[in-house]
């Protein structure tokens, strides 16, 4: 990366005070000197900013992350299941003679919550499995087969719930397709979308054409392009914007799915005379969700995804606004194809700026761009949310399982932290990776 690569600006920097200057013989102006004397030398200040290299961090496949999901929320339902109809089968009097209800659970709910949860892993398994030539028509009749049979298994079991419930009750099922409609519209790509970070080739520098756009599918890899360039760097800002929008939706109603088909729905279904705990059902509901969501976040939010928001944010910069109390503060007219050094004052239609950061492309006032700056500029602060919340999930679940004295809630908590468990593992390894990497880097600017 070349340190210090210096650009000119497109326009002067003592342009703003042009008219001004030259009436020096008008009754409360200043001379043409003291104008010129207060310029500063805004081109000569910009420098390209310096990235650390980030180590490739091994993380799981997407194929494997969405069995561990899969696996996830059957673990969820079952717990759910032995905390609805759980029995006291050791004491004398107790007529049960297991440690369940069974003839109280509808297995056919329980076939349709296991095909909902596993259409993810089987999207999935289509788009990332292939073979060679050879046994190419094999796969592809296993994967024919296996869609097949998950559709006549839901149509199968859908039947049954609506012969054994109402269609009132059964309408509790479409919850999660209303909400899929509010975030992602009629759009059927979101079911499933494979997410990949780097490197995306958008620019190629020459040193006399300067920068040349190349055409890049809406579907290409992310990457980022290191260029003294305003449009440039908008436009990437606002292609990730829009992609981490994108994946917080993801986390969002994939973690809702999971909690809602594994743990919300057994409790809507269960029967009117069942006995249970509604605080800990409901408790069982809520920590799931936060478990599925953690997991998710850090799956769709690797390390080098947040280092590639990190680097465009260097890139980008923040304004910040001052208040003009003094008439002869010198200042500049925001241009928009000008990269602005750290310090500098701009004159822009919604007030007076004063520019943060390595140097500025962003659009003073832009609540999205301000937005950005603040959430990626500290390239920790992210992985600091994560790793805290799922250290406070861990620890209130072990609160939870020193209180309790039950054995559904034992083990209720015990296979809870255990998912956990792993999650932490990886955020932690990330966090101390990154820590490291981060603290050893000069934030400072090329020379």
């Given amino acids: 990366m070349p340190g210090g690569r210096r650009i000119f600006s497109r326009i002067q920097s003592g342009a ?15 001379g043409a000197d003291d104008r010129d004397g207060n310029v500063i030398p805004l081109a000569s200040m910009v420098v390209l900013p310096k990235h650390s290299h980030l180590p490739d961090i091994p993380g799981d496949g ?14 969820m339902m ?27 659970i509808d297995f056919y709910l329980v076939g349709f919550i296991s095909l909902i949860l596993a259409i993810r892993f089987l999207i999935c398994f289509v788009q990332e499995v292939s073979s060679t030539k050879m046994f190419f028509w094999l796969i592809q009749t296993v994967k024919a087969l296996l869609i097949l049979a998950v559709i006549v298994g839901i ?26 409609l509010v975030m992602f519209g009629f759009t059927v790509k979101p079911l499933y979308q494979r997410y990949q970070a780097w490197p995306r080739p958008a620019l190629s520098i020459d040193r006399q054409a300067g920068p040349q756009r190349t055409k890049v599918r809406d579907d290409a890899p992310l990457g980022h392009t290191c260029a003294l360039v ?27 799915t999971t909690s809602f088909y594994a743990t919300g729905v057994p409790v809507w279904f269960s029967q009117n ?46 304004w910040q606004r001052i208040e003009a109390r ?24 919604r007030g007076l700026f004063k520019a943060e950061g390595v140097n500025v492309t962003a659009e003073p006032g832009n609540s999205l761009h301000s937005r950005f700056y603040m959430m990626f500029h500290q390239p920790l602060r992210i992985m600091n949310w994560l790793v805290f919340l799922t250290c406070l999930v861990v620890g209130y679940q072990f609160f939870r399982l020193v209180q309790s004295s039950e054995w559904s809630h034992v083990v209720s908590l015990a296979l809870l932290m255990f998912c956990n468990f792993y999650t932490l ?11 490291k990497v981060y603290k050893e880097h000069d934030y400072e600017t090329s020379n």
Avoid at 425 to 435: C, E, N
Wanted: proline share 4%; charged share 15%; hydrophobic share 45%.
């Fill in 16 to 30: 703003a005070y042009s008219s001004s200057g030259k009436s020096s013989g008008s009754g409360g102006g200043h």
């Fill in 62 to 75: 997407n194929l494997y992350f969405e069995c561990m999901l899969f696996v996830f929320g059957i673990i």
């Fill in 78 to 104: 079952c717990l759910q299941y032995i905390n609805l109809y759980k029995t006291v089968w050791w004491l004398p009097q107790s007529h049960a003679q297991y440690a369940l209800n069974f003839y109280l």
């Fill in 155 to 180: 149509g199968f079991t859908m039947y049954h719930i609506i012969v054994q419930h109402s269609v009132k009750t059964c309408l509790f099922l479409c919850y999660p397709c209303v909400i899929y």
């Fill in 230 to 256: 305003p449009d440039i760097v908008r436009e990437e800002v606002d292609t990730l914007k829009k992609d981490f929008n994108t994946r917080l939706k993801q986390v969002l109603f994939n973690s809702l």
């Fill in 273 to 318: 005379t069942l006995y249970y705990d509604s605080w800990w059902m409901w408790q069982h509901v809520c920590l799931t969700w936060l478990s599925a969501l953690l997991m998710l976040t850090s799956h769709f939010l690797p390390p080098h995804y947040l280092h590639l928001l990190h680097k465009s944010a260097r890139h980008l910069g923040r």
């Fill in 326 to 349: 003094h008439t002869h503060v010198p200042y500049n007219a925001w241009s928009e194809l000008v990269v602005w050094p750290q310090g500098a004052l701009v004159k822009h239609v």
């Fill in 425 to 435: 593992f990886k955020l932690m390894r990330d966090w101390f990776i990154m820590r």
